[in-house]
Structures are given as structure tokens and as C-alpha cells.
Nanobody, 123 residues
């Protein structure tokens, strides 16, 4: 049985940092990604990486501020978020795919999702 569990969200002031973690279990995953969704808005791609932690893909809105990394040999992916802004406030969801080839920014590509962890950035 596949399980995807996120952790690490919270409340932080603008300019602060948070580190999200995602642990996926149950099978081998070729791509692990983070998406986010704010109330009333569509789900938005944030970052993704392949099985070995490279390459890494980022949405333009987070480049230079967020870093995705992977614990090689384990299905664990992290999202280090620095210089957070109020517009980063959202539910952050981990998504994983067991298909070798994916369109990393397309949410329909991913097979399994976690429940999400809330990130709130105050002004």
C-alpha cells in the first residue's frame, strides 16, 4: 500500500524559512514533487526532482528561494524554503510517480498524493 506523508509546515514571518519533508512508501518512485494550493486557486507546481535527486525543476516564482533535495536510497524528499513571502501561503502537497517518464509540472502525471501541510507566511 502506497503512503505519502508530508510534515514541516507552520506559521512564519515574511523573510523566514521552513523545511518541508515528504516520505513515500510502498514502491519505487521515479519522480517526487511539491505542489501548492491556496484557497480558491488552482493547484500550482513548485518543484520536482528525479529518483537520484537530479535534475531539479522549479517554478519561476520560487527559483533562488526554494531548494528541493532527496535522500538518495530512500523515498524522502525535502523542500527548503527561504525568504518566504506572504504569497507563498498555501497548502503544500507532495506528489510522487512510479512512471519513468513524467511531465514534471503537470499534476495529472502523478499517481499518489499526500494530504498536505499548511504553510502560512505573515507580512
Amino acid at each position: 500500500q502506497v503512503q505519502v506523508v508530508e510534515s514541516g509546515g507552520g506559521l512564519v514571518q515574511a523573510g523566514g524559512s521552513l523545511r518541508l519533508s515528504c516520505v513515500a512508501s510502498g514502491r519505487t518512485f521515479y519522480t517526487m514533487a511539491w505542489f501548492r494550493q491556496a484557497p480558491g486557486e488552482e493547484r500550482q507546481f513548485v518543484a520536482a526532482t528525479r529518483k537520484k535527486g537530479v535534475p531539479q525543476y522549479y517554478a519561476d516564482s520560487v527559483k533562488g528561494r526554494f531548494t528541493i533535495s532527496k535522500n538518495n536510497g530512500e523515498n524522502t524528499v525535502y523542500l527548503q524554503m527561504n525568504n518566504l513571502k506572504p504569497e507563498d501561503t498555501a497548502l503544500y502537497l507532495c506528489a510522487v510517480s512510479h512512471y519513468p517518464e513524467v511531465t514534471y509540472a503537470d499534476s495529472s502525471t502523478y499517481n499518489f498524493w499526500g494530504q498536505g501541510t499548511q504553510v502560512t507566511v505573515s507580512p
